[in-house]
């Protein structure tokens, strides 16, 4: 159905849904993708990867942590610095890598522990594409969506069911870092360095006290959106996947 | 432009907001403001709002009187109660020399500076108050006031006809993200108490500010008046702030120590030692008023004496038990290691407070100020002589005898600074002048008859 030979010319590929990197794939990942009848390529180094998705920008990116984490992270800068940043970026990586990923900054919208389940896989792969795809929508403003949340990027308004939130400055930041990225567990830490900057010298309670602000003006139908993970920090909403 | 800015006139713009409400406290605590409509907000916004300050309490000085007050993008709230046709907005405002330096005058830069002095430390200060109130007919002071209703503590009845004020406070508050952690009927006819849950100071104070207005807004719509003086009725309590304290360092709760007595750590214990130490000049700044003397009565829920304990209502400070276990922020066993200070009273300044008992705190801790043992037992049960015994000493009796320790109060000085510090001295005291000016009516029936 698909090959993970990248050589055809752009304008004659049909349309590329996900570039994996890097080639060679793993067995099950490319059994994955088969199987859910997805257009694929796979880049064997960053500068194919750079190429292919400026040829398939929309497509949403595999990375795996292969060798290892810094070669992911470094994959992510360079479609950062060739202004490919704005797919979605599915991580795939190893149980021991999940401290590099928490400390990390890299613009990952969900990861997948490998050997992955591949219900889950497919699962998070629709969210990350979904969430690429709302992103683009809306007549070029941007938007970001969760369930019954609504975060309009241009005008920095919110809404949840229909209902406008009147949120400061920095309440929004923390809904929007946190919608951008459902399901994704943020630490305390991260938070403060990722939606205040490294600069501020707020200690982790901060985040405590702007997520309750939030859940009390989200009100109590909805409080539940943002959860607490006991003893890491916090996450928005659940990732739900087909069993 | 920075995207705090751009978020508010995008906002503004967004959610048709017709007025933005600055506001900034004076050195009493009340809030002032002036209102600005939503197109000047840019230029407030880049270039501040310069005013004569000379007429607001606490500001005036002898040869410069403009100021600067300089709108906190940070701080933009949409007010909930406001006409969706009209909808207002507010923001807090520094207040700024013309060359751009903090203005001296301004008691949230006092607050401000005692925050930054611990953060270089490491550590963050949170503080959590228990607003007490009474809700009356009117404010008319030619006569006792009324109370809307005879509900008693805990009460949920029809009695507690204030019960519907409350709760649309409560919805208000919540719109504000102000989280309430309690709320409920007080002893007294007529009395509230709303318990706000921690935040740091700075915040907190600002919320403070913003609670007691949406108070008495929300009373006053439904026709009654709201107020937050210490001791309105004389047979019954008066309303306090008891005030909930924690230092931070990073994740850790500095006041925790598992392993402790109590589970207070060492540097709790200094900290209430520090507290302790300055509590007869500390009243002056917690309870400022006249009538905030008439609160500090033997056997009501307020404090007389100088004195911990775990558990004891009687006490000035107690260690309130912690449920360790439960926190829905999924914070660590014993994040809510706290102390509480039930001096002050809700008609106090919460950023000079918070700045004084912050400074009184980390004085015992920098000293390394032993904390004598707690005295258990009911305080208004023993004599003077019992109590010194213990080394039980009393609270000032009154704003005259606060004032005096104040004066004295070389750490105090420091805290307030001295712009503040001799305009708070010189103001109470000329307060406290006039009240002893005056020939109650307690003397008339009295003397008058028999003498």
């Known amino acids: ?243 | 432009m920075q995207r705090h800015e751009e978020y508010v006139l995008n906002t503004v713009e967004e959610r048709k907001v017709r007025l933005v409400r600055l506001w900034f406290p004076d050195v009493h605590g009340q809030l002032k403001s002036f209102a600005l409509p939503s197109t000047e907000l840019e230029t407030a916004l880049s270039e501040g709002m310069h005013f004569d300050g000379s007429s607001i309490d606490g500001f005036s000085r002898i040869q410069e009187s403009d100021v600067i007050a300089r709108p906190d993008a940070s701080s933009f709230e949409v007010l909930p109660w406001s006409d969706p046709d009209e909808r207002a907005a507010a923001m807090v405002c520094n207040i700024e020399n013309p060359d751009g330096t903090p203005f001296a005058g301004d008691s949230r830069n006092v607050l401000r500076r005692r925050l930054q002095d611990i953060r270089t430390e490491g550590y963050q200060f949170m503080v959590a108050p228990e607003m007490e109130y009474f809700i009356f007919e009117s404010a008319d002071p030619t006569g006792s006031p009324i109370p809307i209703d005879q509900g008693g503590y805990f009460d949920l009845t029809t009695a507690d006809a204030g019960s519907d004020v409350r709760r649309q406070t409560l919805a208000t508050l919540e719109m504000m993200g102000i989280p309430v952690e309690y709320s409920f009927h007080e002893d007294a006819p007529s009395q509230h108490e709303i318990d706000l849950r921690y935040n740091n100071a700075l915040s907190m104070a600002d919320d403070v500010m913003m609670f007691r207005l949406l108070v008495r807004e929300i009373a006053q719509e439904s026709g009654a008046h709201a107020t937050f003086m210490p001791k309105p009725l004389p047979d019954v309590q008066g309303s306090g702030m008891h005030t909930h304290m924690s230092l931070w360092k990073g994740d850790d709760n500095a006041f925790y120590d598992p392993d402790a007595e109590y589970q207070l750590s060492a540097i709790g214990r200094h900290f209430i030692a520090g507290i302790l130490a300055h509590a007869r000049p500390l009243t002056a700044v917690t309870n400022q008023l006249v009538n905030s003397y008439k609160r500090f009565v033997v056997g009501t829920e307020a404090p007389a004496h100088v004195s911990w304990a775990r558990n004891n209502r009687s006490a000035l400070i107690r260690v309130p038990l912690t449920r360790s276990t439960r926190s829905d922020e999924g914070a660590q066993l014993g994040s809510s290691t706290r102390i509480e200070y039930r001096a002050p009273d809700p008609a106090c300044n919460p950023y000079l407070a918070f700045a004084v008992m912050l400074a009184a705190g980390m004085d015992g801790v920098e000293r390394e100020l032993e904390l004598a043992p707690e005295v258990e037992g009911d305080l208004f049960s023993l004599s003077t002589d019992e109590l010194a015994a213990q080394g039980v000493i009393e609270l000032p009796r009154s704003l005259g005898e606060a004032l005096e320790e104040l004066e004295t109060s070389d750490l105090l000085r420091a805290a307030l600074g001295e712009h503040i510090f001799e305009w708070f001295l010189r103001n109470k005291r000329a307060e406290w002048d006039a009240y002893r000016m005056q020939v109650t009516p307690f003397e008339l029936a009295r003397y008058l008859p028999v003498w």
């Open chain 1, 1 to 243: 159905m698909s090959s993970s030979a990248p050589t055809e010319p752009a304008d004659l590929a049909p349309s590329v849904e996900v570039i994996a990197f890097p080639a060679p794939v793993a067995p099950d990942l490319a059994r994955s993708l088969d199987f859910a009848s997805i257009e694929w390529r796979a880049a064997g180094d960053v500068s194919e990867l750079v190429s292919l998705v400026s040829a398939h920008p929309e497509a949403t990116r595999i990375l795996t942590a292969e060798p290892g984490f810094t070669e992911l992270s470094a994959a992510i800068k360079e479609l950062a610095a060739a202004s490919l940043a704005e797919g979605g970026v599915l991580a795939l990586i190893k149980g021991g890598q999940l401290g590099e990923l928490m400390a990390s900054d890299a613009a990952i919208d969900d990861f997948c522990v490998v050997p992955f389940h591949a219900a889950e896989f497919e699962a998070r792969l629709a969210r990350v594409r979904g969430a690429g795809r709302r992103m683009a929508e809306n007549d070029g403003e941007e938007v970001v969506r969760f369930g019954a949340l609504v975060l309009n990027v241009d005008t920095y308004q919110a809404a949840i069911g229909g209902r406008p939130l009147d949120l400061t400055y920095m309440e929004y930041e923390l809904l929007k870092f946190l919608a951008q990225s459902p399901g994704k567990v943020f630490t305390r830490a991260s938070l403060l360095s990722e939606v205040w900057g490294y600069d501020y010298y707020g200690g982790a309670r901060t985040v405590d006290v702007h997520v309750r602000r939030l859940r009390a003006k989200l009100g109590e139908e909805h409080s539940s959106l943002i959860q607490t993970v006991r003893s890491v920090g916090y996450k928005l909403g659940e990732v739900r996947w087909p069993s």
